[in-house]
């Protein structure tokens, strides 16, 4: 497969789950705002944007909803917000027509057709409903109509990566929010796995449960434990360990922060859990790296060697 493929393939699960989590932590965020009369609404939403690596405007501003919705939710330009994340996927689609299913790019380029008429609506609620329901069309035919070969491969290790970066997202936005954030049990419902975790503890809940269930978790899709280790699936399908020796640089960032996490006490991680999730981040960055260094180089000079005299 063509590097400039790979990448692309990559991407979309990236970009496609960005804007999956984004919505959903937005969502969950807004609706405290509103409410809730008396949150911060500057510092809500100042915290917001730094763990979503945005820059918050001066000190002197005050910082709204409004202005994290037009920031995080409908730039259209920028790759880290949601409509700039299905734009971005849609373009890497396209990038890679040849090899994607028609199904999969008629998905992604309907989602960009309709994304104008679905930005700014009454309630910010819809968009976000939207915006999921697009993603989970796109999972689904990923998932049942994509061959288990390197197409499926670079676009759900993409996915994974972003899906442990983003719940470790989620994670560290409730920790630095403390009493005055979600609810680990709303947090829990934006991520799908409210009832899941309930039939897991048969419904004697508690927030270190909870969180434990979102970090820890080796069945539920989107714990972090269990994306990091669909991500080491993804890398050991592209690429099986030959040396008894030693693993390349992205498993073995994965494999580290991974390994931290399950193999230590609960209580341990979430005494300092933003901590903890800052090295997820910078784990699956790390690990995004050297991914992108050994299967989409870029850059290189080419060198031409004479023949032999």
């Known amino acids: 497969m063509l590097s400039r493929i790979a990448e692309s393939l990559f991407w979309i699960g990236r970009y496609v789950e960005r804007a999956d989590d984004t919505a959903r932590l937005l969502d969950v965020h807004v609706q ?39 920031v995080l939710a409908y730039d ?66 990923m998932d049942s109509q994509t061959s288990r070969d390197e197409t499926w491969h670079f676009m759900v290790l993409g996915r994974s990566i972003e899906r442990a970066d983003m719940t470790a997202r989620l994670l560290t936005t409730r920790a630095l929010a403390g009493s005055a954030g979600p609810s680990w049990a709303t947090l829990l419902r934006s991520c799908g796995a409210h009832e899941a975790f309930l039939r897991t503890y048969r419904g004697t809940a508690s927030d270190e ?25 993804c890398l050991t399908g592209l690429e099986p360990v030959t040396d008894r020796a030693g693993v390349d640089d992205a498993r073995r960032h994965i494999g580290h922060v991974r390994t931290s996490l399950e193999y230590r006490p609960l209580m341990e991680i979430l005494d300092d859990l933003p901590r903890e999730m800052e090295r997820v981040q910078r784990a699956c960055s790390a690990a995004s790296d050297a991914i992108r260094g050994r299967y989409f180089p870029s850059g290189s000079a080419t060198t031409w060697v004479g023949e032999a005299l």
């Open 32 to 70: 405290i705002l509103l409410e809730d009369p008396w949150a911060e609404e500057d510092l809500a939403c100042r915290s917001l944007l730094s763990v979503m690596d945005r820059p918050a405007p001066a000190s002197e501003v005050v910082v709204g909803r409004e202005q994290v919705l037009d």
């Open 76 to 141: 259209r330009y920028s790759p880290s917000s949601i409509a700039g994340a299905l734009v971005s996927a849609r373009e890497n689609a396209r990038r890679a027509r040849e090899i994607v299913s028609t199904e999969l790019w008629e998905c992604l380029n309907t989602t960009w057709n309709q994304l104008p008429s679905h930005m700014r609506p009454a309630r910010a609620h819809d968009y976000f409903g939207w915006v999921r329901e697009r993603a989970s069309v796109v999972a689904g035919i």
């Open 209 to 233: 449960r909870a969180a434990g269930f979102l970090l820890l978790d080796r069945l539920f899709p989107r714990s972090i434990v269990h994306a990091l280790h669909q991500a080491e699936a």
